[in-house]
């Protein structure tokens, strides 16, 4: 939580403009600095409307002022910030804190909601730019690391593996007033940030889609008819460059004003890749560059418009490839030997990779440290692009605001399977393009009265064009082949002709084609019962119509072809058949399969073909023949399974969301809550192995009871809450009905495999505490924590882990076992240190310091993915003017070079990034 006052967007024009115009920003802070005045240890009992009003006073007197002066009036200085102390030195009082998590300006501790927020001049001072940086700051919010497309967002530890493109994300993202349909969007970094609010718990009531985890709420600055050029130059360890800067004011005074802002960020990663032939790589690399330019018209007292334009040009960041490699263990959980016939021990020892002398497994391989060694991983190529217009019309004691908006986004990567060996090539998962369209209409009306309401309409369309191919290389082959395969084609040139071929540039590619359309209406009133009793409800009805057409195909034959099944789940490749183990063909072979085997006879073993189709086939010796079934058994394995396109069962319904928070101010000080909030987050369209297969909406039920407070002279405000949250069918991967191989073997057995299903039942308890303290000289702190339960009370259909895979049961039960990434204890703890030195100088000092107890990071929850508990510790300490011209600043990240591994698998970790040092020269222009 931070004490920082909002800025509030320009306020328009006046219908009868005097000489003198002050600007709407320097009246807002005009504003708050007499509503944190003196005496300032008093509590500040005004509403948000009385402050509104106040400020407009104070407008109005200046204006008069000047008017009569003849003058033009100079921008009045801001009150501190709270987390800035007095010149003095002396215990401040905090500031009003402005928040904007239920769409409208008000006192966070007028809000009966658990939010916590962070400024953006907070994060500038802090080299904090990115999503992690914010879970860093917040307690039970987390941000779950993967590349550009699989990252996610955890509030109170569930959503982790919300990952997948057919469904919404679990944590709402709201940019602007513009709500995100699909996670990747905030995916970038954060660059010109006025402030950000995680909400916690469901807010699907005013948030766009059924947020039923929470909402991450980001809004960027606006413009300002105030000349503004801010700049930030920043020059780090591993070769890091970072150049921000933001530039505006006003157009046309009093009627048009702008801003625009970029970001650039360059730099080398922290894991080095070693590739042969090639020059050196690096993974967990910067390279990102944005821009914004915004636009802001007030024309009269009763309109303004904001139009924001923004991009994010295509580049590259290496975030696949980081995994480090341990040794896989030898024996499963229940002590049987694991023969390590699949592993990358067995593989690597084949003949055919040790022809390469200068690799070795166990030097090599299993690499440790931070470097690998690999052939064909590339970065993850990412662009993105939108534009949005807010209107707001002001009649009638209500606001109608609009609110239209584009978006869109690109992905690609190439993965590699560790090795600088031609296996996997061109594999990997592409976004086409992802692009959404949102129009919302919402009526505002003004705090006060008996009653104040929002209601609307939201409509929003989306589409996404997905594929994620598997491709393979000359040594696929050799690298997927079993142990028997392998020594038979290994044996003689001929065979090892066909292992080449087997797999060589075949390429594999599910393609999705998602369409979700949304329509809304809701409506959320707060009901002044009595003056210290409020009750907030709120309702939503979406209806989502969402289908989903996959397809599953071979897009490159590569060498092979001639090794192709006949037909795969009804798929023809033109193959012909044969005996999976002896390589006889069969009786039911056409004239032009036939001809495909003679083709084979004659490409491996050069036998001639004769006028006889089959013949030269038949003619092959049983060791040929042999070697022709090991070879096709390979392929058939690797294309697996295939289908045309095919539609999956739609998703169409009608979801509510209701709210039901009544709220007590039990004096000035303190503000008690109670809140009881259901929402439901929409079914997934999808198809599993060629067959339909819908997911079911989650449904979420959820309490809160918390308090806020402002205490000690209003130097600490301190908030806290507990909560209870049920969860029914809840979205995640899981064992389900395999149709296609159920009916493919026909034995009597039941298949299953892992696909995107249900959970029955989850539940999560635990309390959060948000607080800052300013009633020490020259010092702010601030705390951010939680306790956290998140179990799965019921999940009887779970993946197995990599230590029991070897027993005969498809899935096990996880009842009663606390979620992936859910850790008990999650806090944070800061502390800034700013004192004016040498006139006009200040120094400053700040650290942050993140905890996290032991979680596991693993989705099967395997005994292998504990992660222990650790911290780390970012540091600041620099020295600048006070009147911000400039400033110099160093800053290190994970100061005491926490190591503790980002995540877990029983043969696998992803290391940290280690401590990093760099330099930043800000100031105004």
């Known amino acids: 939580m931070t004490t920082r006052v909002r800025k509030h967007p320009p306020a328009p024009r006046p219908s009868n403009p005097t000489p003198f115009r002050l600007s709407p920003l320097a009246a807002l802070i005009a504003g708050m600095a007499i509503a944190g005045s003196a005496p300032l240890h008093a509590a500040d009992t005004r509403s948000v409307a009385e402050l509104q009003a106040e400020i407009a006073r104070l407008q109005q007197e200046l204006a008069a002022k000047t008017a009569a002066e003849g003058g033009t009036a100079a921008a009045p200085a801001a009150a501190p910030a709270a987390s800035s102390p007095a010149a003095d030195g002396s215990p401040?009082?905090?500031?009003?804190?402005?928040?904007?998590?239920?769409h409208r300006l008000e006192r966070l501790q007028d809000v009966p909601v658990s939010v916590a927020v962070v400024t953006g001049a907070e994060l500038e001072r802090e080299g904090a730019s990115d999503l992690d940086a914010i879970a860093k700051r917040v307690g039970n919010f987390s941000w779950n690391p993967g590349n550009a497309r699989t990252s996610s967002l955890s509030i109170r530890g569930l959503g982790k593996q919300s990952q997948t493109d057919a469904m919404d994300p679990s944590v709402g993202i709201n940019v602007d007033n513009v709500a995100y349909s699909y996670n990747?969007?905030?995916?970038?970094?954060?660059?010109?940030?006025?402030?950000?609010?995680?909400?916690?718990?469901?807010?699907?009531?005013?948030?766009?889609?059924?947020?039923?985890?929470?909402?991450l709420k980001i809004t960027n600055k606006r413009p300002s008819f105030n000349p503004e050029a801010d700049y930030s130059l920043t020059f780090g360890e591993e070769q890091r460059f970072i150049a921000r800067g933001a530039v505006g004011g006003g157009v046309?005074?009093?009627l048009l004003a702008w801003r625009g802002a970029f970001q650039f960020d360059r730099g080398q990663g922290y894991v080095k890749n070693v590739e042969k032939g090639y020059l050196e790589s690096t993974f967990g690399n910067h390279d990102r560059a944005a821009g914004?330019?915004?636009?802001?018209?007030?024309?009269?007292?009763?309109?303004?418009a904001r139009l924001s334009i923004e991009m994010a040009p295509t580049t590259g960041e290496a975030f696949n490839g980081k995994t480090v490699y341990t040794p896989t263990p030898t024996r499963y959980a229940d002590g049987s030997v694991n023969t390590l016939s699949s592993d990358a021990s067995t593989r690597l020892a084949r003949r055919w990779f040790r022809q390469l002398s200068s690799y070795d497994y166990q030097?090599?391989?299993?690499?440790?440290?931070?470097?690998?060694?690999?052939?064909?991983?590339?970065?993850?190529?990412?662009d993105t692009k939108g534009i949005s217009a807010e209107l707001n019309w002001r009649v009638a004691g209500h606001t109608l605001t609009s609110i239209t908006a584009y978006k869109d986004f690109r992905f690609q990567v190439r993965n590699d399977e560790g090795t600088p060996f031609d296996i996997t090539k061109r594999g990997g998962g592409h976004v086409d393009k992802f692009e959404q369209i949102s129009q919302e209409f919402r009526l505002t009306s003004e705090l006060g009265g008996f009653v104040d309401y929002q209601t609307g309409v939201l409509l929003l369309k989306s589409s996404n064009r997905y594929d994620s191919n598997a491709g393979f290389g000359s040594d696929a082959g050799a690298w997927f082949a079993s142990n028997s395969q392998y020594n038979t084609l290994d044996a003689n040139s001929n065979g090892r002709y066909l292992l080449e071929n087997s797999l060589n540039e075949l390429q594999v590619s599910p393609l999705q084609k998602i369409e979700t359309q949304s329509a809304a209406i809701f409506g959320q009133a707060n009901w002044h019962l009595t003056e210290p009793l409020t009750l907030t409800t709120g309702l939503r009805f979406t209806h989502e119509d969402r289908d989903n057409r996959t397809s599953r195909l071979i897009i490159n034959e590569g060498y092979g072809a001639e090794l192709n099944p006949v037909a795969v789940n009804g798929v023809q490749l033109g193959g012909f058949s044969s005996n999976n183990t002896t390589g006889e063909l069969s009786g039911t072979n056409s004239t032009a399969q036939l001809n495909v085997a003679d083709f084979v006879a004659n490409k491996y073993f050069g036998t001639a073909i004769t006028a006889t189709p089959g013949q030269a086939y038949a003619s092959l010796t049983a060791a040929q023949k042999r070697q022709v079934a090991a070879a096709k058994a390979i392929r058939r394995t690797n294309i697996g399974v295939l289908w045309a396109e095919t539609k999956a069962k739609g998703f169409r319904e009608t979801q509510p969301t209701l709210l039901l928070s009544p709220s007590y101010?039990?004096?000035?000080n303190l503000t008690t809550y109670f809140s009881a909030q259901y929402g439901e987050k929409a079914g997934i369209a999808q198809i599993t192995n060629g067959y339909s297969n819908p997911v079911k909406p989650e449904k979420t039920t959820s309490f809160e009871l918390g308090f806020k407070s402002t205490l000690l002279d209003?130097?600490?405000?301190?908030n806290a809450n507990i909560f209870r949250t049920n969860i029914r069918d809840y979205q995640q991967a899981v064992q389900v009905y395999d149709e296609y191989t159920t009916n493919l073997n026909n034995d009597g057995t039941t298949y299953y495999t892992s696909a995107t299903g249900n959970v029955p039942k989850v539940r999560v308890n635990g309390v959060e505490i948000d607080a800052t303290y300013s009633g020490i000289r020259y010092t702010t702190l601030r705390f951010s924590g939680a306790y956290n339960d998140a179990v799965y009370k019921s999940f009887p259909n779970a993946g197995k882990a990599a230590e029991v895979n070897n027993i005969a049961a498809p899935y096990v039960d996880l009842s009663g076992k606390n979620l992936p990434g859910a850790a008990k204890y999650t806090f944070s703890v800061g502390a800034e240190y700013r004192r004016p030195v040498l006139g006009d100088k200040e120094f400053h000092t700040s650290f942050n310091t993140y905890y996290t107890s032991k979680f596991n990071s693993d989705n099967t929850l395997s005994s292998y993915g504990w992660i222990d508990a650790h911290s780390t510790t970012d540091f600041s300490i620099g020295l600048g003017r006070r009147d911000k011209s400039y400033d110099v600043t160093l800053l290190v990240k994970n100061l005491f070079d926490d190591d503790t591994p980002l995540a877990k698998t029983w043969n696998t970790y992803v290391p940290a990034p280690p401590r990093w040092v760099g330099i930043v020269f800000s100031g105004k222009l």
């Open 714 to 718: 209003r130097t600490l405000v301190l």
């Open 665 to 668: 101010k039990v004096n000035e």
């Open 184 to 215: 990747p969007l905030s995916s970038f970094d954060l660059f010109d940030v006025d402030s950000v609010e995680v909400l916690r718990g469901p807010q699907g009531t005013l948030f766009g889609k059924n947020a039923n985890l929470g909402v």
């Open 292 to 304: 914004r330019v915004q636009f802001l018209l007030t024309p009269g007292p009763d309109f303004d």
């Open 363 to 382: 030097r090599d391989y299993l690499y440790g440290g931070n470097t690998v060694n690999l052939d064909h991983q590339t970065p993850t190529y990412t």
């Open 92 to 102: 401040q009082a905090l500031d009003t804190v402005v928040v904007r998590s239920r």
């Open 252 to 254: 046309v005074d009093g």
